[in-house]
């Protein structure tokens, strides 16, 4: 089955830190180019960080510093480590894997008190 699977969101506090992990199954995971994205209510689809085939990285200036996207082909994952989280990093938060043009349904990010 062709799918891209997020996992890892929930409720922290500001400061705090979460790791969100995207599996993909039924495509070759290692020529994709991986996006993390988000979306927060009433907002649009922004990219934050992206991580090539060959392992270079780029990342919104918003996470810059707090962010780091990894991947692992052994494992077909992609993972988005996610420190000094900010109340404006609530979104939901998908993953993307661009030679499919293959979305995964989204995990609930919610940075409060």
């Known amino acids: 089955q062709v799918r891209l699977v997020e996992s890892g969101g929930g409720l922290v506090q500001p400061g705090g830190s979460l790791r969100l992990s995207c599996a993909a199954s039924g495509i070759i995971f290692r020529v994709n180019t991986m996006d993390w994205y988000r979306q927060a209510p009433g907002k649009q689809r922004d990219v934050v960080a992206s991580i090539t085939s060959g392992g270079s990285t780029n990342y919104a200036d918003s996470v810059k510093g707090r962010f780091t996207i990894s991947r692992d082909n052994a494992k077909n994952t992609v993972y988005l480590f996610m420190n000094s989280l900010k109340p404006e990093d609530t979104a939901v938060y998908y993953c993307?894997?661009?030679?499919?043009?293959?979305w995964g349904q989204g995990t609930q990010v919610t940075v409060s008190s």
């Open positions: 993307y894997a661009r030679y499919n043009n293959l």
